[in-house]
């Protein structure tokens, strides 16, 4: 009883193409979530769908149930679902966004002919430009071709005027380097623009000068990103990492994407050049990478969301630590400024009694703010002891590169343990006040990264209380051990929940709760909002759960394996997905009715990964006001009744049906957050 993986992951994805045919969300909004749709199927290509042949190919009888979870029914499944989906994209792109763009004064020339006054516009942009870039190989068998992860290709088949030899060759597409659309002169009043690729082909006999071009088409491959890494003691993992990085480009194909309508013998003469397999070719549209949408020219037009000014939380000259002393704060975000989380480590980093900073990061933005105050914490002569997890996938160099820069001002930096991400977003500051040292902790759903602040939904929480500080204290001591927890089960955490320590321990024991209410006649109640609901022997507990009579709200954003309203296994689940503006990123675990439930927010979502394979933290949320808060945050989100939909038992998604009052649960947030302050 649990859905594939895959497919419910294509589910949230087709959710997102969902928000692209709205015509409620704004244009410029919708190109941007034709753009994500686009960069999240390139990613399943890249992670996932090398697993996915992997699994389906397995025939040993020992691998009997994974054998029949990936049947070649299931990945003929995935693979229609694929192609479903790109047709729908592609019909809303044609029908949809391209006129409505026209409409807005701005044309995109897509498949179509360019206008006789476009034509020497687009030859000295190509000249000027674009020429430099372009790099032809012929196929001739002199020259190996072997084309990089995601870059964008032209097969150009072409002859010589009175030779019946056909010969193909390779143009790449530089759209890694110049931009993907060129603004052209406007136009009765239309702003026109034009993919790079275009300019290429109109100009493609500048190439191939003494050639006779038969036919071009376009294509991409996707390449498996797993590293593969043998992650030992002896060996310094950054420097592994490091040397693998400059590989990732040119790892086993995954997926060759070619344009519709090329002939069935030069797709397959391709394939053979490239080493693909059947099931790794598909065919898709004149133009790949369409992600590069959210990059096309908007010419100052206002056609996006509202702006949304994050609210203040408390005034920058606040003393933050004296305010965190008083009691607990919890930020919301993106609803709420990211500035109290800057503001504490700005602090920490000149306050004269601040004498150790510990903090865990996992992916931190391009130029940090965060980490250039831990610099400046480390020259003005604090401790500063920072764990940086290498393994965070598609940020290990920006990682790699501010280790270096923390280590050259003096941090101390723990790399990742063996075999074991860390995934926690904590910190912990320790300050020196008379002669007492007081700890102040830092516990988050998301990562310490001002950028996704803006756009992501997460929880932070500051608090002083002595037993948290304590308990991530021993964390980190632990972490700089760098071994598994395998060797440390005596550490004991009472009030943390820590993966592979407690966490699953302590999580049954709150669903068991729950079950027992129901045994005495009381109302059992739980309440999840997480990203991915994966984990087999959590998914079974909510199923009991579930049949005992406790009533089961479930918000997933992405993965959901568990099949809710089933008669006799779930029918007292209901499953929901929202996809709004902002990414829904937090997790909040809430058990019990009225103000004796107890609430949890942390960084670990119920997937294998995150409970058997990485260092997750939760923390319970304990102060009276703060809880209400994230209590009263879960009801307006399962309210929502405009951007949520229901999963159903067949993996469908429903739509709410609207009854009465409008909920459309970010701005509702947003506003009841605007009212609190």
């Known amino acids: 009883m649990f859905y594939n993986r895959e497919l419910s992951w294509l589910g949230f994805n087709y959710r997102v193409l969902q928000e692209a045919a709205s015509p409620s969300v704004p244009l410029f909004e919708r190109l941007k979530f034709l753009s994500i749709f686009s960069s999240n199927l390139d990613e399943f290509f890249r992670v996932r769908y090398p697993a996915v042949l992997a699994f389906a190919s397995l025939k040993n009888k020992t691998q009997k149930k994974i054998r029949d979870e990936w049947s070649d029914e299931v990945l003929e499944k995935i693979q229609n679902e694929i192609t479903r989906q790109f047709e729908e994209f592609g019909g809303i792109l044609l029908k949809e966004i391209l006129p409505a763009l026209k409409e807005n004064g701005i044309y995109l020339y897509y498949n179509d002919t360019v206008r006789q006054e476009h034509k020497e516009e687009i030859s000295e942009i190509f000249v000027s430009q674009v020429l430099s870039f372009i790099q032809p190989i012929l196929l001739d068998g002199k020259k190996k071709f072997n084309p990089e992860n995601n870059q964008l290709y032209f097969t150009i088949t072409l002859k010589k005027p009175g030779e019946e030899l056909l010969r193909h060759a390779i143009v790449n597409i530089p759209s890694d380097k110049l931009p993907r659309f060129f603004t052209l002169a406007s136009i009765d009043s239309l702003q026109y623009v034009i993919f790079i690729d275009d300019i290429i082909r109109e100009n493609m006999q500048i190439v191939f000068p003494g050639f006779e071009i038969l036919s071009i088409y376009s294509f991409k491959i996707n390449r498996d990103a797993e590293l593969n890494l043998e992650e030992e003691y002896s060996i310094d993992l950054a420097n592994k990492i490091e040397k693998q990085l400059s590989k990732r480009n040119f790892g086993p194909p995954s997926r060759f994407l070619f344009e519709g309508g090329m002939p069935q013998h030069l797709h397959l003469f391709l394939s053979s050049v490239l080493v693909v397999t059947l099931d790794e070719i598909f065919g898709g549209g004149r ?10 020219p908007t010419f100052g037009k ?19 630590f004296e305010l965190v002393y008083s009691r607990d704060i919890l930020i919301h975000l993106p609803y709420e400024s990211y500035n109290p989380v800057l503001s504490f480590f700005n602090q920490a980093a000149i306050d004269p009694d601040v004498k150790e900073i510990f903090i865990a990061l996992y992916r931190v933005a391009a130029e940090s703010h965060i980490v250039n105050a831990l610099i400046s914490a480390a020259r003005n002569g ?38 074991i991400k860390v995934h926690s977003k904590i910190a912990l500051v320790r300050k020196k006040t008379k002669d007492q040292m007081i700890s102040y902790c830092v516990l988050s759903t998301g990562n310490f990264n001002e950028i996704t602040a803006r756009f992501y939904t997460d929880h932070v929480l500051f608090t002083a209380d002595r037993m948290i500080a304590k308990e991530l204290l021993t964390l980190f ?49 739980i309440r999840i909002k997480i990203n991915n609901l994966e984990e087999v022997d959590m998914i079974n507990m909510l199923y009991e759960a579930g049949r005992a009579g406790v009533t089961i709200e479930l918000i997933v954003r992405s993965i959901c394996c568990l099949v809710p309203a089933r008669i006799n296994i779930s029918d007292n689940i209901v499953a929901k997905r929202i996809v709004d503006r902002y990414l829904e990123h937090s997790r909040i675990f809430i058990f019990g009715r009225n103000e004796d439930c107890e609430v949890i927010i942390g960084s670990a979502d119920w997937m294998n990964r995150n409970l058997h394979r990485r260092i997750e933290v939760c923390v319970p949320v304990e102060d009276a006001r703060c809880k209400q808060e994230l209590i009263d945050y879960f009801e307006l989100q399962w309210e929502d009744n405009v951007k949520s939909v229901n999963i159903t038992d067949s993996l469908e998604q429903q739509l709410q049906t609207i009854n009465g009052n409008v909920v459309a649960a970010q701005k509702a947030i947003y506003n009841y957050i605007k009212q609190k302050a």
């Open 382 to 419: 604090k401790s500063v002891i920072v764990f940086v997890e290498l393994k965070a996938r598609f940020d290990e160099a920006n990682n790699i590169q501010w280790s270096r820069r923390m280590k050259e001002a003096g941090i101390k930096i723990i790399y990742s343990i063996p075999r």
């Open 477 to 525: 001591d632990f972490l700089q051990q760098r071994i598994s927890p395998v060797t440390h089960k005596e550490l004991k955490f009472q009030k943390l929940l820590v993966s592979q320590f407690n966490m699953i321990e302590r999580f049954n024991k709150l669903i068991k709760k729950e079950i027992s209410k129901t045994k005495n006649a009381m109302q059992g109640l």
């Open 302 to 320: 206002d056609l996006w969301y509202d702006k949304q000014q994050p609210l203040k939380n408390f005034s920058a000259s606040t003393d933050i």
């Open 287 to 296: 133009y790949h990478n369409l992600k590069d949408l959210s990059s096309l």
